[in-house]
């Protein structure tokens, strides 16, 4: 997990709450992800990041919101629109947004709504 | 649509004996394959990647992998499995976006169970 952490790693909240999961980076990477993963669904691609200050959609990208002021974070707000919010978020980085760049990935925050 | 299937959910293995985790892709273009392992309430680490050249491809903790491009597969492989590569497995190929980035695609994942 070096280099990229996540906080906290539990996580609960009362639904219609808005919760924001903090991601940090220290390897100078300019591209960062956010994934969510369900039991036997793999991993969700929510939002991503090419340059500070700029993010796209991913797959899943409704009922959450993301920003990148600065290079090193990408904190991702999940929202009370979002549906079904429990699950185990996963923040990633890689040196550039290319085909051929392997992705670093943090600890993980598992998110519990009630 | 492009996609990554592990068409096992689980693998069980005797410590000692090879292990295969099998994967297949469908995509548009050149494939850009990764293999990544996730231990317990844990991040996924980066095992290998298939970019171009030899089809088989060497990674970390003794694993490798090998690229068939006739029957779009990337099969991970270790000669002799530990208890200790028990975890989460995860193929994922990597594709170019509508908005001129790049995205991963993650399979399900397939759990591998190494019995001592």
């Known amino acids: 997990d070096g280099g990229i952490t996540q906080s906290p790693k539990y996580l609960f909240r009362k639904e219609g709450q808005n919760v924001t999961l903090s991601c940090e980076q220290n390897?100078?990477?300019?591209?960062m992800y956010w994934y969510r993963q369900d039991p036997g669904q793999g991993l969700r691609l929510i939002y991503y990041?090419?340059?500070?200050?700029?993010?796209q959609k991913g797959d899943i990208a409704e009922g959450y919101s993301v920003s990148r002021e600065k290079k090193e974070s990408f904190p991702l707000t999940v929202t009370s629109a979002q549906k079904n919010p429990t699950a185990f978020y996963l923040c990633?980085?890689?040196?550039?947004?290319?085909?051929?760049?392997?992705?670093?990935f943090g600890p993980g925050t598992r998110l519990t709504v009630t | 649509a492009q996609s990554v299937a592990q068409p096992e959910d689980q693998v069980n293995v005797a410590e000692g004996n090879p292990l295969t985790v099998k994967c297949t892709y469908s995509?548009?273009?050149?494939?850009?394959l990764f293999w990544y392992v996730q231990y317990p309430n844990r991040g996924l680490q980066f095992l290998l990647k298939?970019?171009?050249?030899?089809?088989l491809v060497k990674g970390s903790y003794g694993f490798e992998a090998e690229f068939n491009k006739s029957q779009t597969s990337f099969h991970l492989k270790k000669p002799s499995a530990l208890v200790s590569d028990s975890a989460l497995y995860f193929c994922?190929?990597?594709?170019?976006?509508?908005?001129?980035?790049?995205?991963?695609?993650f399979g399900a994942g397939t759990r591998l169970f190494v019995k001592a």
């Open positions: 990633a980085s890689s040196i550039l947004s290319g085909v051929t760049y392997e992705q670093y």
């Open positions: 390897l100078n990477h300019d591209a």
């Open positions: 990041s090419q340059i500070v200050n700029d993010f």
């Open positions: 995509v548009s273009g050149n494939p850009y």
């Open positions: 298939y970019i171009t050249g030899d089809n």
């Open positions: 994922a190929v990597r594709v170019p976006t509508n908005t001129g980035g790049f995205k991963t695609i």
